[in-house]
């Protein structure tokens, strides 16, 4: 059975000292938002989307393939920091993404979608899209605690790109990403596993 995170250790098992990654053009399952994760329903909504629609076409398809279905991810983008110095997150935007095998077409995707809506017809089906992402080089760590202390993680991916040659690049469609080892309903804070993941560039001397 087809493992990603066994098949590419560079990609789903770095450690807690940062590395330097180049990450391939990639097919997922996406839906766009804004919100506060852990308040907002449309984020709860795009995450059993996506999990229905994942695991729907992996059943489907069991003939063509078997394989674990992915983690969860999520690209990330923020307007800023409240007053007190603390990221607002009822104004993040993110995009939900859970990974799918090359096999999985616009067609794959409507037939899962049909399936779903039957099943759930108060999901919001239409929202999710195919999309391949190619992130390239980035440098990423193993972030092991509460995703509010993410970043103390992330200053020290930020240090070891300066001290490599490298800058940190989040312009464009360059976003801050999170890979979700662990679930936050079955998993104390403290011990949460979570990949964060930023792209970058050969700094200009």
Same mark, same amino acid.
């Given at each position: 059975?087809?493992d990603?995170?066994?098949?590419?250790?560079?990609?789903?098992?770095?450690?807690t000292a940062p590395?330097?990654?180049d990450v391939?053009?990639m097919?997922?399952?996406?839906v766009?938002?804004a919100?506060?994760p852990?308040?907002?329903?449309?984020?709860?909504?795009a995450?059993e989307?996506?999990?229905?629609l994942?695991?729907?076409i992996?059943?489907?398809h069991?003939h063509?393939?078997e394989y674990?279905?992915p983690?969860?991810?999520?690209?990330?983008?923020?307007?800023?920091a409240?007053?007190?110095?603390?990221?607002d997150?009822?104004k993040?935007?993110?995009?939900?993404?859970?990974?799918?095998?090359?096999f999985?077409?616009?067609?794959?995707?409507?037939?899962?979608?049909?399936?779903?809506a039957?099943?759930k017809?108060a999901?919001?089906v239409?929202? !999710?899209?195919l999309?391949t992402l190619?992130?390239? /080089?980035?440098? $990423?760590?193993? @972030?092991v605690?509460s &995703?509010?202390l993410? #970043?103390?993680s992330v200053?020290?991916?930020?240090?070891? !790109?300066?001290a490599?040659g490298?800058a940190?690049? /989040?312009a464009? $469609?360059?976003? @801050?990403?999170?890979? &979700?080892?662990?679930d #936050?309903?079955?998993?104390?804070?403290?011990?949460?596993?979570?990949?964060?993941?930023?792209p970058?560039?050969?700094?200009?001397?």
């Open positions: 059975m087809m990603f995170k066994k098949d590419r250790k560079d990609l789903y098992q770095p450690t590395s330097v990654v391939p053009a097919v997922f399952l996406a766009d938002g919100g506060d852990n308040t907002s329903p449309a984020y709860a909504a995450i989307t996506l999990y229905g994942s695991y729907g992996k059943m489907a069991k063509v393939l674990v279905v983690p969860l991810e999520g690209f990330w983008t923020g307007e800023g409240s007053q007190s110095g603390v990221l997150k009822d993040l935007r993110w995009t939900a993404v859970i990974r799918q095998p090359d999985v077409t616009a067609e794959v995707l409507d037939d899962a979608k049909a399936t779903l039957k099943r017809p999901l919001d239409a929202s !999710a899209r999309e190619a992130e390239g /080089l980035c440098v $990423q760590i193993l @972030h605690g &995703y509010d993410e #970043p103390a200053a020290a991916m930020e240090r070891f !790109a300066t490599q490298y940190i690049d /989040l464009g $469609q360059r976003r @801050h990403h999170e890979l &979700y080892l662990s #936050p309903r079955k998993t104390a804070p403290e011990k949460l596993k979570t990949i964060l993941r930023h970058v560039t050969l700094a200009v001397i």
